[in-house]
């Protein structure tokens, strides 16, 4: 009966010290994860390749992004034209050009005018002009002012008398002073164009001078004479600005007027008579150098 006991225990401690031995089988097969994730480790590798391949690609990109532009682009450009145009300003522009009466000679010898680098031109007059315009821009499409241009050095008819013992020359310049308008439609990058109308009064001077005789007190008179005629002015007139900076700009105008002058010449003492009347056709060319600033 004890033997029986006894073999009866034995048996079920051997079944007990068997019973973690087969436990433990799990545990060897959960190991298999780990080596399924020291493989999937193995296998992620490739993915490192794949971060390394985007970063290198990224640098490529941010080299070649980084790289200077030739030129700037046409959306700075516009950005940089609107901020100068669409803050109100005030504009002072100095211009150097020629003024031209393509039907009206001074005298029947002297035709085409004289002009520097140009010279002749037509068979009228023709001559340098200066002036200088003051402009207020309150948007950028539009802007008025007002413009002063005469001519320093007008054409000279040094055989005006006709005689040899008489020698006598004529002079005529010209003196504009008036308002005028412009419209803006076309921006592009720093460069714009413009159009527009002028209207004002317009001084005609036909100057005599006698360069015979001896010379006598100015209180007995003098050798030249001047006769002046006033009408006014009517023309259209366009043009381009470049900005060199945001204060400083370059430009060209061409300026076509209508002159109206009375009919009836004013003449002096001795004959002399003024030499434009009526409706006169005038053309303007022009270069200008400008200042801007804001308001």
């Known amino acids: 009966m004890r033997l ?9 401690a051997g079944m007990a010290s068997a019973a973690p031995g087969e436990g433990m ?9 780990g080596e399924g994730a020291t493989s999937s480790s193995r296998r992620a590798a490739p993915g490192k390749g794949a971060t390394s391949s985007s970063s290198m690609a990224s640098s490529r990109e ?4 980084s790289a200077p532009a030739s030129e700037p682009s046409e959306g700075v450009a516009n950005d940089a034209l609107a901020r100068i145009i669409d803050r109100p300003h005030t504009v002072a522009e100095l211009e150097a050009g020629i003024i031209a009466l393509p039907n009206a000679p001074i005298s029947p010898g002297q035709r085409g005018g004289d002009t520097p680098i140009v010279g002749r031109i037509g ?12 402009l207020y821009r309150w948007s950028r499409h539009y802007a008025i002012g007002a413009g002063a241009v005469f001519a320093p ?7 005006y008398g006709g005689l040899a013992a008489l020698r006598r020359t004529h002079a005529r310049s010209y ?7 412009r419209y803006v439609p076309f921006h592009y ?13 317009v001084i005609i001077a036909d100057r005599f001078t006698t360069e015979a005789g001896s010379e006598v007190p100015a209180i007995l008179g003098t050798r030249d004479v001047t006769i002046r005629t006033e009408g006014f002015a009517l023309g259209v007139q366009g043009g381009g600005t470049y900005y060199l900076s945001e204060n400083w ?24 008579c003024a030499t434009l009347g009526g409706s006169v056709l005038v053309m303007e060319l022009g270069l200008t150098i400008g200042y801007r600033l804001p308001l």
């Open 153 to 159: 050095s007008p054409t000279s008819d040094e055989q």
């Open 249 to 272: 700009l370059a430009g060209a105008n061409l300026r076509g007027y209508h002159w109206i002058l009375p009919d009836t010449r004013s003449c002096s003492v001795i004959g002399d």
């Open 123 to 134: 068979r009228g007059d023709a001559t340098l002009q200066t002036g200088i315009h003051v």
């Open 189 to 201: 990058k720093y460069f714009e164009a413009w159009v527009g109308v002028s209207a004002g009064g």
């Open 175 to 181: 003196f504009f002073l008036g308002m005028e308008g």
């Open 4 to 12: 029986a006991i006894v073999l009866s225990y034995g048996a079920a």
């Open 25 to 33: 089988a799990p545990a060897a097969n959960e190991a298999a994860p």
């Open 62 to 65: 941010g080299v070649t992004s």
